[in-house]
């Protein structure tokens, strides 16, 4: 008994050591690319359409969401609904970066028991596009989602996707403002 509870104390310590070298004066500091994020903080308003395909019918999309930093200023926490030809559901985004893979990354979740770990996001002048792989049955099915922004209020999407390593379609698209 008492060596299960010295090792659960042992394994308690363990995470504070990853800050051993940070002086309790000094929190670690978000970079450049983490300051990137601070354009999605605030609320937003979305319209789009569904093309329908692999991962759902064609149909309009309308969502609005609001993002706020996360304590801590390392992520953008976005939590919203979105209404399409599916229905509706609630979602909550994570998006940070990751500085030893150089990318960044969105963690989601929704109402409908769904989640995603995108990682591997990239800009490319005013584009963020991720790249991600997912199963829609027998199929296998990569989807690249990009967002350009267009202005400090605006941003397009669109995603496409490719099944069994066949030529990218167009699965949806849209345009998401800033309201405050």
């Not at 390392?74 to 939590?79: D, K, R, S, W």
């Not at 990751?98 to 005013?126: F, I």
């Amino acid at each position: 008994m008492k060596t299960a509870l010295r090792v659960l104390t042992y394994l308690s310590f363990v995470p504070c050591l990853a800050f051993a070298d940070v002086p309790a004066n000094q929190a670690p500091k978000p970079g450049p690319e983490v300051q990137k994020l601070a354009y999605y903080v605030g609320s937003w308003t979305g319209e789009g359409e569904t093309k329908g395909g692999p991962l759902g019918p064609a149909g309009k999309l309308s969502s609005k969401q609001t993002c706020k930093w996360f304590t801590g200023g390392f992520q953008v926490i976005c939590e919203g609904e979105e209404t399409g030809p599916t229905g509706t559901r609630s979602f909550l985004n994570v998006l940070g970066y990751d500085p030893e893979a150089k990318s960044y990354t969105q963690y989601s979740v929704s109402s409908l028991g769904e989640s995603e770990d995108d990682r591997g996001g990239n800009w490319t002048g005013d584009k963020l596009i991720f790249i991600m792989n997912q199963d829609a049955g027998a199929d296998h099915v990569q989807i690249r989602y990009t967002e350009e922004h267009l202005s400090p209020t605006l941003y397009s999407y669109k995603a496409e996707a490719a099944v069994n390593g066949g030529p990218w379609a167009v699965i949806a698209t849209g345009r998401i403002t800033k309201v405050k």
